[in-house]
């Protein structure tokens, strides 16, 4: 788990930076990834960054987080057999993350 926190905190400390310089709101850079459904391709979707290959990161700017958001991430995790997500809000003065382990 210790890689997936030093890159935890790097994506973290960048979002920070982002809004403190520019404010709520982010101009998202999708990556699209094949869904399958018991090994066949059932469609694509677009997550809005994915670092490394390795955590997903979903972009929100809404008022609060709901539950349809954290079960959002947990479902693109197992799409995509990744084990980190984080769900970052750029709508708060101050920056709201959730971290999620699969």
């Known amino acids: 788990m210790h890689r997936f926190e030093n890159l935890s905190k790097e994506i973290i400390g960048a979002a920070i930076r982002v809004h403190k310089e520019l404010g709520p709101g982010f101009f998202e850079s999708q990556k699209k990834i094949k869904i399958e459904y018991f090994g066949v391709e059932v469609g694509t979707h677009r ?3 994915v670092v490394e290959d390795e955590i997903i990161v979903e972009l929100k700017a809404v008022k609060d987080f709901a539950d349809i958001h954290l079960a959002q991430l947990r479902s693109y995790l197992k799409a995509t057999s990744l084990k ?3 769900l970052i809000n750029f709508a708060k003065p101050t920056l709201e993350v959730k971290r999620i382990v699969n």
């Open 84 to 86: 980190v997500g984080l």
């Open 47 to 49: 997550l809005d960054l």
